[in-house]
């Protein structure tokens, strides 16, 4: 019998191929299904796939990818992050690329201490599902027309601020990002799916396009990850915070401190 997304799995499998066909690999790895996917296809093409997450020691995203990547049988780095190192860190992104949304830094800060720890040229990521194959809760139970909208921005905000960002940062280290899940043969045959099948009923059928492909490909653990959000499954999130109320401050008004700081500095 045919699997119905039979051409966007060979188109996920080609975007993977092509990007990290004979290279060394550093996958930014936080043990879902995005990451999870495409590390298990790099290995079939890299000459060398290593996995590293960026969280604290008891993390959501450190205890999952610890797991996932014993399973996969790859290497994986833990870049730790703690309330000792993530001021010195957020400092450390602003001073190189003058960034003063909080938002952004700390989404940001993962990747940012990915390719700082990574000696890999090629950066794999799995950027993108949230957007496309409809993964964050905000989408569920959205009634139209705000549904829609939402979808739209954040697709706007993925393509014209995390992706620039994100270029910037693996520029400044050297190195070259691959995001399968935007390549332009992926989202093409993405396109010719019927957008109500990618639309979450419920928070366990998000991504289910996404998980039905894992689980032909043979990955029915990695189709059955669970994930948070970056900033909140590695940990940021809560080490700002606690950053924050040390200083009698809101948690952007933290941020902007430091922002502020870093730019007088410079000044």
């Known amino acids: 019998m045919t699997f119905r997304y039979g051409k966007l799995r060979d188109s996920i499998i080609k975007a993977v191929k092509d990007g990290c066909e004979g290279k060394d690999v550093g996958v930014a ?3 879902g299904l995005d990451s999870g996917l495409v590390s298990a296809l790099a290995g079939d093409y890299a ?3 290593t996995l590293y997450t960026c969280g604290t020691d008891t993390s959501y995203d450190t205890l999952m990818a610890e797991e996932l990547a014993e399973e ?4 994986w780095i833990h870049v730790k992050i703690s309330e000792d190192n993530v001021e010195s860190l957020i400092r450390e992104m602003i001073e190189h690329f003058e960034i ?3 938002f952004t830094i700390t989404y940001e800060l993962q990747l940012y201490s990915v390719c700082r720890t990574a000696k890999e040229k090629t950066i794999l990521s ?4 949230d957007e496309f194959f409809i993964g964050c809760a905000k989408y569920v139970d959205c009634p139209d027309p705000e549904y829609s909208l939402l979808v739209r921005d954040g697709v706007d905000r993925l393509l014209n601020v995390s992706v620039p960002c994100e270029k910037k940062i693996v520029s400044h280290f050297g190195q070259e990002i691959v995001y399968p899940y935007l ?3 992926v989202l093409a045959e993405l396109n010719q799916i019927d957008p109500s099948e990618l639309r979450p009923k419920d928070m366990d059928s998000r991504k289910t396009v996404l998980k039905e492909i ?3 490909l043979g990955f029915d653990t990695i189709a059955g990850r669970k994930k948070k959000s970056s900033q909140y499954g590695s940990g940021t999130t809560d080490i700002i915070r606690a950053l924050a109320k040390a200083e009698n401050m809101y948690f952007n008004q933290y941020v902007m401190s430091l922002y502020d ?3 007088n500095d410079k000044s």
């Open 100 to 102: 003063s949304d909080p």
């Open 214 to 216: 894992a689980a032909d």
């Open 126 to 129: 799995g950027q993108g599902c």
């Open 183 to 185: 390549n332009t043969g």
């Open 47 to 49: 000459d060398s796939v």
């Open 29 to 31: 790895f936080s043990g």
């Open 72 to 75: 996969l049988g790859l290497p």
């Open 261 to 263: 700081d870093v730019m």
